[in-house]
């Protein structure tokens, strides 16, 4: 298991006002786990984006079908980690973002991921189709970015400086977009220009 903790001035549960260091060190807002270290890689653009907004998280290895019982242990450790959200990865059959729904209260975001066969498709449909009294979050597959911005939205109820961040990741969006746009249009502008001279040296007297 490894942790991954911001330092104390700028953490969310810092910002609570709560001044136990005991309670601060073991606090992980949100966990991300797949059921293999191969798994667990592809959701590396959820550690970005938690590193990004400076939310403490851990990673882990949670097997639902390999390990059971690792699997139940977990989830009892949920309490006394101070875990609000778990953005959980599954390939195949994908039962452990629903296991873990089924365990637990806390917010579940699943990330449906590509594995051998059928292209994620198998993967989406099992965290998708849940049954009725057990949802979890089902994002795109292989969107582990998303499942990290979604759970920061969750966050930000509760911690109302997450909310500015997610202000400021929209307003990089719009300007991404600003030049992008921005950029297609000189590139227009270049090509008519280009073809003008050339209208005009093929039909000049």
Same mark, same amino acid.
């Not at 549960?13 to 797949?34: G, H, P, R």
């Given at each position: ?24 060190? %073991?606090?992980?807002? +949100? ?6 270290? &191969?798994? !667990?890689?592809?959701?590396? *653009?959820?550690? #970005? ?8 998280? %851990?990673?882990?290895? +949670? ?6 019982? &690792?699997? !139940?242990?977990?989830?009892? *450790?949920?309490? #006394? ?125």
């Amino acid at each position: 298991m490894r942790q991954h903790h911001i330092e104390k001035k700028e953490s969310l549960a810092f910002s609570q006002n709560d001044s136990s260091d005991k309670k601060e060190k %073991s606090t992980t807002l +949100v966990y991300v786990v797949a059921p293999s270290l &191969k798994l !667990l890689d592809k959701m590396r *653009d959820a550690v #970005t984006v938690l590193n990004t907004f400076q939310v403490p998280y %851990s990673m882990s290895i +949670v097997a639902a079908h390999r390990a059971p019982k &690792k699997t !139940l242990k977990f989830v009892s *450790d949920l309490e #006394t980690n101070g875990t609000e959200v778990i953005i959980a990865g599954g390939a195949g059959s994908a039962h452990l973002p629903g296991m873990l729904a089924s365990l637990t209260t806390t917010t579940i975001i699943g990330v449906p991921l590509r594995g051998d066969s059928l292209d994620g498709i198998d993967s989406l449909y099992s965290i998708v189709q849940m049954p009725r009294g057990v949802p979890v979050g089902a994002m795109g597959i292989d969107s582990a970015y998303n499942a990290a911005i979604f759970a920061c939205q969750i966050l930000s109820l509760k911690y109302p400086h997450l909310k500015q961040k997610l202000v400021e990741h929209k307003q990089i969006l719009e300007k991404e977009v600003a030049a992008e746009d921005a950029q297609l249009n000189n590139g227009n502008n270049n090509n008519k220009n280009k073809q003008k001279g050339n209208f005009s040296e093929r039909y000049s007297i």
